[in-house]
């Protein structure tokens, strides 16, 4: 059983920066990968961006450039830096990790409850 807790939400004005932290906690084996995802109202859920554990990263076309995912792994988090903030990257961002789990319960997808990022005009 794992928990993912996020933090760094909040309020700002188009072109300032938010960081976002989301650190996993419970037992497992192991994180394979961690990634950022993120759902306006009336729109689906949709990747940011993804980290493995060998430190390799996606972006979506939309942020390349603008964010930055990093992780901790001796701390179990993963951090997404977002600058250049737009009114369109307003949304409830949620954190995923892919764990492989101990005592042979395989490989589990995990979510966050997310935090609201909202950025004005």
């Known amino acids: 059983q794992v928990q993912l807790v996020e933090s760094g939400g909040g309020l700002v004005q188009a072109g300032g920066s938010l960081r976002l932290s989301c650190a996993a906690s419970?037992?497992?084996?192991?994180?394979?990968?961690m990634g950022w995802y993120r759902q306006a109202p009336g729109n689906e859920r949709e990747v940011v961006a993804v980290?493995?554990?060998?430190?390799?990263?996606n972006y979506a076309d939309s942020v390349k450039g603008r964010f930055t995912i990093s992780r901790d792994n001796a701390k179990n988090t993963v951090y997404l830096q977002m600058n250049s903030l737009k009114p369109e990257d307003t949304a409830v961002y949620y954190c995923?990790?892919?764990?492989?789990?101990?005592?042979?319960?395989?490989?589990?997808?995990?979510w966050g409850q997310g935090t609201q990022v909202t950025v004005s005009s």
């Open positions: 995923n990790a892919v764990i492989l789990g101990r005592w042979y319960s395989g490989v589990n997808s995990y």
């Open positions: 419970g037992s497992f084996a192991s994180i394979n990968a």
């Open positions: 980290i493995t554990r060998s430190d390799s990263t």
